[in-house]
């Protein structure tokens, strides 16, 4: 099983700051297996980001993905107040789905 | 408006069983692959398993596999999962999601959520 290790754990940053989220897996991942997604207290999750670095419907351009193989990103160009939640990244290997540990973004 | 809608949980004791259901609305409901995940409560998300819009492909995680069944019938557009022997530590919320759908390249992603049905195992 591929397992995915999210960093930071806690990132405390001010709104119009830039945040960088880390996603590494411990086996190679293919791009289109490599999924981004915000959750806030009490919802369900939504997705941001699909095949590494492409964003799904409605997610707004300061949102960003990159990386390949075994490390990921997602980079939050200008935070703004609705973009403090849990990240997770999430990835599709040997017919099952894993989820990072999730990155918990909070207001300094 | 594509939306899902999950049903069936409550509180069930240690051993007993529990079907969860997904009204799937606003989409063609059999083209899709759909999904299953949970999400203990103060806990991360944890996949539970997969079925394709024909059912040709079934999968489960290992924390279920054997203890759980999944089915669909897309005459009703609906999505179920059949929980059995229930233990503690499959409380949580279950979600239905759906499955990312592209015309050339082979996406692994959940694009669309429900809002959850919590499943409770205690005595």
């Known amino acids: 099983e591929i397992v995915l290790t999210q960093s930071p754990g806690t990132l405390s940053l001010s709104p119009g700051e830039r945040a960088t989220l880390s996603c590494r897996a411990s086996q190679y991942v293919s791009y289109s297996y490599l999924a981004w997604y915000q959750q806030k207290p009490g919802q369900a999750p939504r997705l941001l980001i699909y095949g590494a670095s492409s964003r799904a419907t409605g997610i707004p351009d300061r949102f960003s993905g990159s990386g390949s193989e075994t490390d990921f990103t997602l980079t939050i160009s200008r935070l703004e107040p609705e973009d403090f939640a849990v990240y997770y990244c999430q990835q599709y290997g040997s017919s099952s789905y894993t989820f990072g540990q999730g990155t918990k973004l909070e207001i300094k | 408006e594509v939306q899902l809608v999950e049903s069936g949980g409550g509180l069930v004791k240690p051993g007993g069983s529990l079907r969860l259901s997904c009204a799937a609305s606003g989409f063609t409901f059999s083209s899709y692959t759909m999904n299953w995940v949970r999400q203990a409560p103060g806990k991360g998300l944890e996949w539970v398993s997969s079925i394709s819009g024909g059912t040709t492909y079934i999968d489960y995680a290992d924390s279920l596999k054997g203890r759980c069944t999944i089915s669909r019938d897309n005459a009703k557009n609906s999505l179920y999962l059949q929980m059995s022997s229930l233990r503690a530590e499959d409380t949580a919320v279950y979600y239905c999601?759906?499955?990312?759908?592209?015309?050339?390249?082979?996406?692994?992603?959940?694009?669309?959520w429900g809002q959850g049905t919590t499943v409770t195992v205690s005595s």
């Open positions: 999601a759906r499955r990312v759908v592209a015309t050339i390249t082979d996406y692994f992603a959940m694009d669309v």
